[in-house]
């Protein structure tokens, strides 16, 4: 993994930073970052809350995105592993999923979520969300 990350100002612009995101679909995964590529982000991936909890060993991004329903770890579980370690618990965690329900969404909440994107999610209303999350 590179340290440092080509930028793409986005009409003026320049954002900066780093997001992981975990999801079990390889096309979710590539949606997510050319979308977050174009905003200028560093994207970080992970396919389950197990593998994103290795891949984020001694790293700290500025943001996670994470789907609920995914093999060995789900994004409850993984909200809940990472909201224990000191380093994130202040971490802004977005739950991007096809679940809609309150009952979910609470549960997210109850996790420790920041937020929550329904997919399909559309690029411009993900750049909202992580704008509210971030600044």
Known sequence: MTQSA???PNEGNSVSGTIM?????PSMRMLLRAALTDLGYKV??????????????????DLLITDINMPR?????LIEKL?????????PILV???ESSDEKKQRARSAGATGWIVKPFHPDKLAAAIRRVLH
């Not at 970080?44 to 991004?61: I, S, V, Y």
Request: proline share 2%.
């Open 6 to 8: 080509q930028r793409i």
């Open 21 to 25: 995101t975990v999801d079990d679909s």
């Open 44 to 61: 970080l991936e992970a396919e389950d809350g197990l593998q994103a909890l290795d891949r984020l060993g001694g790293l700290a991004p």
């Open 73 to 77: 770890l789900d994004g409850f579980g």
């Open 83 to 91: 909201r224990e370690q000191d380093r994130h618990r202040n971490l």
């Open 96 to 98: 991007l999923t096809t």
